[in-house]
């Protein structure tokens, strides 16, 4: 989610004019709620004087959705940049998928972490309006992962990453993301997320990118390693 960690609280100047384009892509993306971002500094990339960097950083802070700064390892920012790391990991891997069904479910879920990391990126009191993330989407990822789970051969044993492009990329996707549930348990059982479904679909998430490798080695032809010889 590039944009989460700048502040500007320039409200009233040219950073709170939207184009049409950008009105549209947050009503896209965040529905009733897009209204809600329009005074985070994320939008200041749609101005025409945009700017890549702001330098506001550079006390080791940064913003939040809501009041306030924190340190760039507060628990929150380590969730948030987790999975930011999660996203780019599912990319790469939708960049070198090879079976048809691989690429249009990682895009999905990229953009429901994309709603996710918002919600961790909320002060407490600002997080509900943000909230998108709830046993639908928990659902939905299960669907997948029960689909594709017939169309592949699942095995006994620990498997080891390589055997395809996708497949490995995968790998390395399901690891991060396992890491940014922790770091998002972590924050749950601190009381400072309190959507349990947030845990529940990036543990869900993992599952389905274990499904997927498979499913991009079958379809790449290669047979999934055992861990075992």
Known sequence: MSGIGVDDRRYGTGTETITKRSEHDLDVIFGKHASDYTQWACYQRYNARMSFYTSKGDDGTTGLLGE???????????????????????????????????????????????????????????????????????????????????????????????????????????????????????????????????QRYLNRLSSLCFVLELLENKAAGHQTSLAKE
């Open 68 to 198: 306030g700064r924190v340190v760039k390892y507060a628990a929150r920012i380590e969730a948030v940049g987790t999975l930011d790391e999660s996203t780019a990991a599912l990319g790469l891997a939708r960049a070198q998928c090879l079976d048809p069904r691989s690429g249009p479910i990682l895009l999905e879920a990229q953009r429901d972490l994309y709603k996710l990391m918002a919600e961790v990126a909320a002060t407490p009191e600002n997080a509900e309006r943000f909230r998108f993330i709830d046993s639908a989407r928990v659902t939905w990822l299960e669907e997948q992962t029960d689909s594709l789970s017939t169309v592949v051969e699942m095995p006994k044993e620990f498997i080891l990453p390589g055997d395809s492009l996708a497949g490995a990329a995968l790998s390395l996707a399901r690891a991060i993301i396992r890491r940014a549930e922790r770091r998002v348990v972590e924050m749950f059982d601190t009381d400072e997320v309190s959507n349990p479904d947030l």
